[in-house]
């Protein structure tokens, strides 16, 4: 049984939990070839204490001992015009890690290192958080995070960790009950995670095409048509370019991490204190409450010192309670399924390599503009074809 061997990719989500406690380091976090990190043992070091195959929490038992019966409900927007527009849904985020900082705690949450490589970072303070506000869709690095998590708990520090709802139910599981207690998690609505990989491989496809280097990146530009769209932007030294390119293979679901379709966290019982999202469907709530498409936050209170940190972050926030059934959204009720043709599609890339796979799977290239330009005139004649005959 002993020590953890994973076989089959949908049972991994790559929290890095086990390799985080194993206490002989016999466990290193390697990646595939899309750049997706999994355990692998050095049976020389590992003397079989089984603590890796325990904390392993990615599966339907994982603990939900903290949680309310059901979690509160709430619309929620900073009070701060600013915050919501450098934020990707209503700042809830800040909302949340202003109050942690404020009381001498410190910050996780998703950043760059190099060039835009996603990782998760350490803030002490607000102008170091903010580089976690908005989106990054892709899977973030966390070697070496959680032990410096744990550091942190260990010499009193409060701690707000952001993340995926994998990794802050790994994260609660490898610090265990006794220091969970100063921990402030954070969730998101998790759609999937992309590959790595294929991130900076697009990156640097971008850059080639435009002969410059990229200085900035926006996954979800709100700045373009408002917080409903999904413009992917990017500045090539003083230039702007918009595109939705990696969007689509988002959409897709071809690009996820296998985990991602057998999912355990999709459901309303969190392994977070607080879980933060897209409130998609506020206008059908109320008419008035974020009608300027600048953004919205649904905001789920899962524990009560969840209750506690949300009741200290009102006074900074417009809130609309509402009721958890009407908040619902399919990633809080299924996992996405896996694209039928995802494996296939992985196959052309180790093969192909970034250009060509994206060419022949017509995400980008001559394929893809004859299906956009030509493609509608054959629907139209499809439509009226099936209207008339
Ligand atoms: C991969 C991914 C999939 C998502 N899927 C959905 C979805 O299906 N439905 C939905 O309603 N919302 C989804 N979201 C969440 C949504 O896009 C917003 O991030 C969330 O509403 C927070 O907005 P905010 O304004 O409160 O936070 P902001 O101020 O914008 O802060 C962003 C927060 O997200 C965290 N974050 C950013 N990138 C990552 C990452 N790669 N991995 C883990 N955490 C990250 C940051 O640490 C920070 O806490 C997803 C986010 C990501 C990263
Ligand atoms: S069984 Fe123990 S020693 Fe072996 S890899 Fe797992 S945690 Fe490390
Ligand atoms: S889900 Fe996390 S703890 Fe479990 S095997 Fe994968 S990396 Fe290790
Ligand atoms: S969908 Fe589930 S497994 Fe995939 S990143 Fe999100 S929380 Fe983790």
Sequence with gaps: MYPILITDKHTCCGCTACASICTHNAISMVSDELGFMFPL?????????????NVCSFNTTYDTRLNLPQPDSYAVRHKDIDEIQASQSGAAFVL?????LENGGV???VGYEGHFHVTHKRALNKE??????????????????????????????????????CQTAGLSSFVGPHLRNKLYLIDIVCHGVPSPKMWEDYITYLEVKEKKNITSVNFRDKKIKGWKSHIESFVFNNTHTYGC????????HINLRHSCSTCHY???KRPSDVTIADFWDIGKISETFASDNKGCSLVLVNTLKGE????????????????LQDSLQAQLCYPNPQHSQRDVF???YIRLGFKKTLEKWEFIGWRKGVRKYWGYPFRLIKRIIRKYI
């Design 41 to 53: 043992v050095d049976e020389a070091k590992c003397v079989g204490c089984g603590l890796c195959v």
């Design 107 to 109: 910050v996780y949450g």
């Design 96 to 100: 949340f890690s202003d109050w942690v």
């Design 346 to 348: 992985e196959k052309d």
């Design 308 to 323: 506690e940190w949300f009741n200290a972050i009102e006074r900074k926030a417009e809130i609309l309670p509402t009721r």
């Design 266 to 268: 999709c459901n309303t």
């Design 128 to 165: 170091q958080r903010d580089e976690f506000r908005g989106s990054k869709y892709v899977q973030s690095d966390l070697r070496g995070v959680f032990k410096q998590v744990r550091q942190d708990l260990n010499e009193g520090r409060m701690v707000c960790f952001s993340g995926t709802p």
């Design 245 to 252: 390119t990696y969007t689509h293979m988002f959409y897709s």
